[in-house]
């Protein structure tokens, strides 16, 4: 499972570079950079590892595109040769059409959008690109063979190939989807064909289909599977030289597990991936972790195909050591909540979270990367050895700098003045991952159950409230002095700009993603909408909160931070309360009365304040370099080349990883 950024409202950080975060801007896209804080004090042992994982993520973005639609090398190269070669005119609006979709071509893997999946149609016409080829060597193009027949038509005749998923029910999903993970096959003939396979008994089921084309030929339904020898083989002999040589120089456990992946890479055999996932589930200890392979089956409307994908990751030392102090003294947190004594737990344990920086990105998660990943996929696993759940951070942390750089954000929009602006771009994106922190490693496994209660008591309402006592945890807490003094808040005001942020959202600005004359649904957001609409009620006598008016637009601003913490606390104590009693008709009241409905009135204003900024939806990033100091013929040292030219990067990438 992968945990995409489309959600994230929240900007401003701790620490941050003068350079520009976004490198690039086309279409509905921001290209980002991103930085890798803690690689120059790696160990050299740990930095020639990721070097080697890195070249065999790089090694699979091939197998990425063709997997998304069998022209899509034919496509990029051939594009990517014109725009190498062409000495013409490249001022006209036509050449510049032509390079807008090429970097549209690199950001999705291929001619179908990443996000929508539907195909996207050039800006220029047939009649110019075949010209601008008229005027290119034909040898540049070696067996290219430069967009003849059905290549053309891909790229240009908007009725053919228009979406590589389609997931209308009742229509023939397989034959309508132009993926690449079927040819000549029925949506009938598929799932027969997997289910005489499948073994319903067996209580570690095999994921079968999963590295493997599933095509017809000579009227036989058989798989063509990605392995050495098999399906793009080339490709993977150079992932897996590259692993071998970081398997060298691995320790144990992971050496182990790398040792696992290359066997399966070599048989195919699945059995051989299950291992390798149970063996990652079970290493809690490498400082360097990596995904490299067929991992998400979002691309095939069967869900059973998964789409090649590469990170390479090490421990964010930082992020890890701030959840672990949390943790440490879960009981202390619990002693002293404001929630009646005999809902807090004698005896309760803090959760610690794995926190990691990417520094290569591959295949399915370039450009476009998600900021957490969940695995392993396999259900059985899942149960019986249990899943790691990993967040990005300066992946996170890049997102989050390059929404507050562009010219309007929905900060800028959205707070009141200057001075909260300010003062959230100083603290805020801190202090909004320590509040994430507190509500994970602490909040969801505060407080119990009186005997008898139910775990199920609170029936529908149950995620809502439950995630709102998470919150409300981490809340509470984020603005107490035994924060500061344990080194994880840097002041006795840094909470301040996450509670005005927190209200900001909760109350408006998350409406932006629900649409008009809808109700508020998503447990989170229904979580947030109840907390910050109770605080603005019962806060409304004393002014604690304030709606405010300026040329038409509202604002709500927090006045009293204290004040404010006190209803915080009193709502904490009120929803552990009807947890620990089980009150089914206080929770559904609670829920019904705060967090359901949209004022039509301010719902109406935030789409169109929204609307107005014209934010680019969509963001990906080009990768850090990894460079290889050399000194008498041996390597020394590995450094980090930032890269602010995503195009030529995919350039680069082109040339040098192409294995397909
Ligand atoms: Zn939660």
Same mark, same amino acid.
């Given at each position: 499972?992968? @945990?995409?950024?489309?959600?994230?409202?929240?900007?401003?950080?701790?620490?941050?570079?003068?350079?520009?975060?976004?490198?690039?801007?086309?279409?509905?896209?921001? @290209?980002?950079?991103?930085?890798?804080?803690?690689?120059?004090?790696?160990?050299?042992?740990?930095?020639?590892?990721?070097?080697?994982?890195?070249?065999?993520?790089?090694?699979?973005?091939?197998?990425?595109?063709?997997?998304?639609? =069998?022209?899509?090398?034919?496509?990029?190269?051939?594009?990517?040769?014109?725009?190498?070669?062409?000495?013409?005119?490249?001022?006209?609006?036509?050449?510049? &059409?032509?390079?807008?979709?090429?970097?549209?071509?690199?950001?999705?893997?291929?001619?179908?959008?990443?996000?929508?999946?539907?195909?996207?149609?050039?800006?220029?016409?047939?009649?110019?690109?075949?010209?601008?080829?008229?005027?290119?060597?034909?040898?540049?193009?070696?067996?290219?063979?430069?967009?003849?027949?059905?290549?053309?038509?891909?790229?240009?005749?908007? %009725?053919?190939?228009?979406?590589?998923?389609?997931?209308?029910?009742?229509?023939?999903?397989?034959?309508?989807?132009?993926?690449?993970?079927?040819?000549?096959?029925?949506?009938?003939?598929?799932?027969?064909?997997?289910?005489?396979?499948?073994?319903?008994?067996?209580?570690?089921?095999? %994921?079968?289909?999963?590295?493997?084309?599933?095509?017809?030929?000579?009227?036989?339904?058989?798989?063509?599977?990605?392995?050495?020898?098999?399906?793009?083989?080339?490709?993977?002999?150079?992932?897996?030289?590259?692993?071998?040589?970081?398997?060298?120089?691995?320790?144990?456990?992971? =050496?182990?597990?790398?040792?696992?992946?290359?066997?399966?890479?070599?048989?195919?055999?699945?059995?051989?991936?299950?291992?390798?996932?149970?063996?990652?589930?079970?290493?809690?200890?490498?400082?360097?972790?990596?995904?490299?392979?067929?991992?998400?089956?979002?691309?095939?409307? *069967?869900? /059973?195909?998964?789409?090649?994908?590469?990170?390479?990751?090490?421990?964010?030392?930082?992020?890890?050591?701030?959840?672990?102090?949390?943790?440490?003294?879960?009981?202390?947190?619990?002693?002293? %909540?404001?929630?009646?004594?005999?809902?807090?737990?004698?005896?309760?344990?803090?959760?610690?979270?794995?926190?990691?920086?990417?520094?290569?990105?591959?295949?399915?998660?370039?450009?476009?990367?998600?900021?957490?990943?969940?695995?392993?996929?396999?259900?059985?696993? /899942?149960?019986?050895?249990?899943?790691?759940?990993?967040?990005?951070?300066?992946?996170?942390?890049?997102?989050?700098?390059?929404?507050?750089?562009?010219?309007?954000?929905?900060?800028?929009?959205?707070?009141?003045?200057?001075?909260?602006?300010?003062?959230?771009?100083?603290?805020?994106?801190?202090?909004?991952?320590?509040?994430?922190? *507190?509500?994970?490693?602490?909040?969801?496994?505060?407080?119990?159950?009186?005997?008898? @209660?139910?775990?199920?008591?609170?029936?529908?309402?149950?995620?809502?409230?439950?995630? &709102? /006592?998470?919150?409300?945890?981490?809340?509470?807490?984020?603005?107490?002095?035994?924060?500061?003094?344990?080194?994880?808040?840097?002041?006795?005001?840094?909470?301040?700009?996450?509670?005005?942020?927190?209200?900001?959202?909760?109350?408006?600005?998350?409406?932006?993603?629900?649409?008009?004359?809808?109700?508020?649904?998503?447990?989170?957001?229904?979580?947030?909408?109840?907390?910050?609409?109770?605080?603005?009620?019962?806060?409304? &006598?004393?002014?604690?909160?304030?709606?405010?008016?300026?040329?038409?637009?509202?604002?709500?601003?927090?006045?009293?931070?204290?004040?404010?913490?006190?209803?915080?606390?009193?709502?904490?104590?009120?929803?552990?309360?009807?947890?620990?009693?089980?009150?089914?008709?206080?929770?559904?009241?609670?829920?019904?009365?705060?967090?359901?409905?949209?004022?039509?009135?301010?719902?109406?204003?935030?789409?169109? /304040?929204?609307?107005?900024?014209?934010?680019?939806?969509?963001?990906?990033?080009?990768?850090?370099?990894?460079?290889?100091?050399?000194?008498?013929?041996?390597?020394?040292?590995?450094?980090?080349?930032?890269?602010?030219?995503?195009?030529?990067?995919?350039?680069?990438?082109?040339?040098?990883?192409?294995?397909?």
């Amino acid at each position: 499972m992968t @945990v995409t950024a489309l959600a994230l409202t929240s900007c401003g950080g701790a620490s941050r570079s003068e350079t520009p975060w976004i490198v690039d801007r086309f279409d509905d896209i921001k @290209v980002i950079r991103y930085e890798v804080p803690g690689f120059e004090q790696l160990p050299l042992e740990e930095k020639e590892l990721i070097y080697y994982l890195a070249e065999a993520t790089k090694c699979g973005r091939d197998i990425m595109f063709d997997q998304n639609f =069998k022209y899509n090398l034919a496509v990029r190269r051939t594009l990517e040769t014109v725009y190498e070669n062409y000495e013409g005119d490249r001022t006209t609006a036509e050449w510049k &059409a032509l390079e807008k979709y090429l970097k549209k071509v690199w950001f999705a893997n291929g001619i179908h959008h990443h996000y929508s999946n539907d195909k996207f149609v050039p800006e220029f016409t047939e009649g110019y690109l075949l010209d601008v080829i008229e005027t290119i060597p034909e040898e540049k193009f070696g067996e290219l063979n430069p967009l003849r027949g059905e290549v053309c038509k891909a790229i240009f005749d908007a %009725s053919l190939y228009k979406t590589r998923l389609n997931q209308t029910a009742g229509e023939d999903l397989i034959a309508t989807s132009s993926n690449n993970y079927y040819e000549g096959v029925t949506q009938a003939e598929v799932e027969k064909f997997y289910a005489d396979m499948a073994d319903p008994h067996d209580p570690e089921p095999i %994921s079968y289909g999963l590295n493997s084309k599933l095509v017809k030929e000579d009227g036989v339904v058989r798989e063509r599977v990605w392995k050495i020898g098999g399906m793009y083989s080339p490709a993977i002999e150079k992932i897996v030289y590259w692993l071998e040589k970081a398997q060298a120089v691995a320790a144990e456990p992971q =050496k182990s597990n790398i040792a696992a992946l290359i066997s399966y890479y070599k048989t195919g055999d699945l059995r051989e991936f299950d291992r390798y996932n149970i063996g990652w589930v079970k290493d809690t200890v490498s400082n360097v972790d990596f995904v490299n392979g067929f991992i998400e089956d979002y691309g095939d409307p *069967l869900g /059973r195909k998964a789409s090649w994908e590469g990170i390479v990751d090490f421990m964010d030392k930082e992020a890890c050591h701030r959840t672990e102090v949390i943790s440490e003294n879960a009981q202390w947190f619990e002693d002293n %909540s404001p929630v009646d004594p005999r809902f807090r737990k004698p005896h309760v344990k803090g959760v610690s979270a794995k926190v990691v920086d990417g520094i290569t990105l591959a295949g399915a998660t370039y450009p476009a990367t998600p900021i957490g990943i969940n695995l392993p996929n396999a259900d059985w696993i /899942r149960r019986d050895y249990g899943s790691q759940s990993v967040t990005i951070a300066n992946i996170t942390h890049a997102y989050d700098y390059a929404a507050q750089e562009s010219p309007k954000s929905t900060l800028t929009e959205f707070a009141y003045d200057q001075a909260e602006i300010d003062a959230y771009k100083q603290y805020g994106s801190y202090t909004d991952e320590i509040h994430t922190d *507190l509500h994970e490693c602490l909040g969801h496994g505060s407080g119990q159950l009186l005997p008898g @209660v139910s775990s199920t008591a609170l029936g529908e309402y149950q995620s809502t409230l439950e995630e &709102a /006592r998470a919150d409300l945890f981490g809340l509470y807490y984020m603005a107490d002095p035994k924060l500061v003094e344990l080194g994880i808040m840097p002041n006795a005001e840094a909470y301040k700009p996450a509670y005005s942020n927190y209200i900001r959202n909760g109350l408006f600005v998350q409406f932006t993603r629900v649409e008009l004359g809808k109700q508020n649904t998503e447990a989170h957001m229904q979580n947030r909408k109840l907390i910050a609409e109770w605080c603005y009620e019962k806060g409304a &006598a004393r002014g604690i909160i304030e709606k405010k008016m300026r040329d038409g637009k509202t604002y709500f601003v927090v006045n009293d931070y204290e004040a404010l913490r006190g209803l915080f606390s009193e709502l904490l104590a009120e929803i552990q309360r009807i947890k620990s009693e089980g009150d089914y008709a206080a929770g559904k009241n609670l829920v019904e009365t705060y967090a359901v409905n949209i004022d039509p009135q301010l719902h109406k204003e935030v789409l169109e /304040r929204y609307a107005a900024l014209n934010l680019k939806p969509y963001g990906g990033f080009v990768n850090p370099d990894i460079v290889p100091v050399e000194k008498d013929g041996k390597v020394v040292d590995y450094k980090i080349v930032y890269v602010d030219n995503y195009l030529q990067q995919q350039l680069d990438y082109g040339k040098k990883y192409r294995t397909l």
